[in-house]
């Protein structure tokens, strides 16, 4: 059996597409974006601005709205930290999804040592919050509330314009986690009332090392202060040179999905189907099986085992038991205990999740040898 790939939501391969298109800037068109007095910068200057516009147009900003970084985690801790920085003046008090990436709840952690009041909005077995609760707790002296658009693990879709309401009655500010949603299913921020929106490209078919944070210039205008310091780059909200070649490969991950919004669903939906089909046929349990979710996404319990042995024995398989920059630690998800998982039932839990790679002859194979493992070690 050859090795299958289903962890796509940790990273994804490089579309050949988007690799041919970054290649050049490597070694022929290798000029410094910030060069503005020769013609290798400009080559450099030009394509950034290209895939800046393909960006923009795939969420439904304008183009000074992008601002390029090296990942999620870093429009994350921008977008978070900059925003207290900026509006302290306000009020500290600062709330979140319970269920939010750790790029999200580090952030709020390390704040809340320096006197920032955090709060986290409970969710319920589905992973869905409760907004009577989120509209409780959102204050005057509200500066921002975070809050993803699909899960990471689980891959439930948040009802983010109902919380951008909530946010906005008391003219707090919403930072949408988007790294999940987006190349996967349509996202525009003016639809999903987002002031700041994180992306990475390592999530659709770009490369890895390369994001972006989208930040509302009208109606609310969003003033950050910046996180780097040292040339002002990107309207001096993050210095640095810029990662054209990354920048590219983002620009035509973009286009990409722009091209055809809907082959992805349309590739992964029917796998996934099938997938879930036959492991809760076989007695799995699926999580929030009847909510709206990402198409590609399967989060599902194995009674009776602990996930990482299930792991150890089918090395062909790749997938994962929560998020990747967790699986290093030892303790249970901290999303499946947020949704009121014991911590017995967080060890069974494993996350398949697709990509337009996977072909209908894999999923077979890994159904059959999830539960022929899976049965193998409950006996």
Request: some cysteine; hydrophobic content about 40%; proline content about 4%.
């Amino acid at each position: 059996m050859h090795s299958i790939y289903l962890d796509n939501n940790a990273t994804t391969p490089v579309h050949p597409v988007v690799l041919e298109q970054m290649l050049p800037y490597f070694n022929e068109r290798f000029g410094n974006a910030s060069s503005k007095l020769h013609r290798f910068g400009w080559q450099a200057d030009e394509a950034v601005q290209i895939a800046r516009e393909q960006i923009a147009t795939s969420i439904g900003s304008s183009t000074q709205e992008i601002v390029f970084t090296s990942g999620a985690t870093e429009s994350i801790n921008l977008a978070i930290k900059g925003v207290a920085q900026a509006y302290q003046n306000k009020g500290k008090h600062i709330v979140a999804l319970s269920t939010e990436h750790k790029a999200v709840l580090d952030t709020l952690e390390f704040l809340g040592s320096f006197g920032f009041e955090i709060e986290l909005v409970p969710v319920n077995r589905d992973g869905l919050p409760d907004l009577n609760y989120l509209s409780n707790i959102v204050r005057n002296d509200t500066i921002l509330v975070c809050a993803m658009l699909a899960n990471n693990e689980t891959g439930v879709i948040l009802p983010i314009k109902e919380i951008a309401q909530i946010v906005h009655s008391k003219n707090s500010l919403l930072l949408c986690d988007a790294t999940q949603a987006c190349g996967k299913i349509p996202v525009n921020v003016d639809e999903l009332g987002a002031d700041l929106l994180a992306l990475s490209a390592h999530k659709f078919n770009g490369p890895k090392g390369i994001g972006a944070l989208y930040v509302r210039r009208k109606k609310p205008r969003v003033t950050l202060l910046p996180q780097l310091h040292g040339g002002q780059h990107e309207s001096g909200l993050r210095s640095g040179t810029l990662n054209v070649p990354g920048i590219v490969g983002l620009g035509a991950a973009a286009k990409l999905f722009l091209t055809n919004p809907n082959n992805f669903s349309e590739h992964c939906l029917p796998l996934r189907n099938e997938l879930e089909k036959s492991l809760s046929n076989a007695g799995c349990k699926i999580t929030a099986q009847t909510l709206e979710r990402l198409p590609n996404t399967v989060h599902v319990l194995l009674p009776g085992i602990k996930a990482d042995r299930l792991i150890a024995i089918v090395p062909n398989l790749a997938f994962s038991t929560g998020s990747a920059c967790s699986s290093a630690l030892a303790a249970p998800s901290h999303v499946t205990l947020a949704m009121g998982f014991t911590e017995a039932e967080s060890y069974t839990s494993i996350r398949l999740s697709l990509g337009i790679f996977n072909t209908k002859e894999e999923i077979k194979q890994a159904e059959s040898t999830i539960i022929a493992a899976w049965e193998k070690l409950r006996s």
